[in-house]
C-alpha cells in the first residue's frame, strides 16, 4: 500500500497563531482528502484536493501531487479546531475503486 | 437531517458474543465504507460495497461480515467477539472517488 506520514505528530499553539500541516505519500494518487476528527469523535471531511489550492475560511489546502506532498494551512487558529487532522489518499488502479490510506495524524491543541 | 448515522453509539459485551452496528446514509451515494480505529487513532479501511456489491475486503478475519441491503444502508455483524476487537467502527459514504463523509461513530468495548 502507500505509506502516508504527517507531521508534525503533535503541535500547540496559542489562539490566534497560524499553522501548516504536511502529508507526504510514497507513490502517485488519484485524491486527498483532509479531515478534523473533533475532541468529540467526530471525522468531518475538510477538503478534496487531488491538486492545486482551495479554500475554506480560515483553512486552506494545497496539494503538489507530482511531488507527493499536501499542506494544511490553519490561520488564527481558534480553540475549536483542537482535534487530530488526517490525511488521506486513494490510488485507483484502472477501473477498480481505490481505498483510503490515512496518515497517522496531527494532534492540535490551541489554548485560549 | 443526519447525513451518515450509526447504531448503536456505545456497545459494550462480553467476549464470545455476537454484535451488529447498523448504518444509514440519506446522501444519495453509491458506495459505502466500514473503517476502524484502533486505540492510537490509527484508521484503517475493513469493507467498501458499491451498488450493494463487496468492492473491498481488507484482510478482517471472517468472523466479520458486512452485509448491504440496499444502498443506503450498509451493517456490520460480527461474531465471536475478541478482546483485540474494541475500537471504534466508522461508517463512511462517497460517490465513487469523490468526498467521504463518516458517521458519528460506534465504540465497541469488548469484556
Known amino acids: 500500500g502507500i505509506q502516508v506520514e504527517q507531521s508534525p505528530p503533535d503541535l500547540i499553539l496559542q489562539e490566534g497563531a497560524n499553522s501548516t500541516l504536511r502529508c507526504n505519500f510514497s507513490?502517485?494518487?488519484?485524491?486527498l482528502q483532509w479531515f478534523h476528527q473533533n475532541p468529540w469523535g467526530q471525522l468531518i471531511n475538510l477538503f478534496y484536493?487531488?491538486?492545486g489550492t482551495k479554500q475554506n475560511g480560515r483553512l486552506s489546502a494545497t496539494t503538489v501531487a507530482t511531488e507527493r506532498y499536501s499542506l494544511l494551512y490553519i490561520s488564527s487558529s481558534q480553540t475549536t479546531d483542537s482535534g487530530v487532522y488526517f490525511c488521506?489518499?486513494?490510488?485507483?488502479?484502472?477501473?477498480?475503486?481505490?481505498?483510503?490510506?490515512f496518515g497517522r495524524g496531527t494532534q492540535l491543541t490551541v489554548w485560549p | 437531517d443526519t447525513a451518515v448515522s450509526q447504531t448503536p453509539k456505545y456497545l459494550v459485551t462480553q467476549m464470545g458474543n455476537d454484535k451488529s452496528i447498523k448504518c444509514e446514509q440519506n446522501?444519495?451515494?453509491?458506495?459505502m465504507y466500514w473503517y476502524k480505529q484502533d486505540s492510537k487513532k490509527f484508521l484503517k479501511i475493513m469493507f467498501s460495497?458499491?451498488?450493494?456489491?463487496?468492492?473491498i475486503n481488507e484482510t478482517v478475519p471472517n468472523r466479520f461480515s458486512p452485509k448491504s441491503p440496499d444502498k443506503a444502508h450498509l451493517n456490520l455483524h460480527i461474531n465471536s467477539l475478541e478482546l483485540g476487537d474494541s475500537a471504534v467502527y466508522f461508517c463512511?459514504?462517497?460517490?465513487?472517488?469523490?468526498?467521504?463523509?463518516f458517521g458519528p461513530g460506534t465504540r465497541l468495548t469488548v469484556l
Open positions: 488521506a489518499v486513494e490510488r485507483r488502479r484502472g477501473s477498480t475503486l481505490g481505498r483510503l490510506y
Open positions: 507513490d502517485s494518487v488519484n485524491n
Open positions: 460495497y458499491n451498488n450493494k456489491e463487496l468492492i
Open positions: 484536493i487531488p491538486s
Open positions: 463512511a459514504s462517497s460517490q465513487v472517488s469523490s468526498k467521504q463523509f
Open positions: 446522501l444519495g451515494h453509491d458506495t
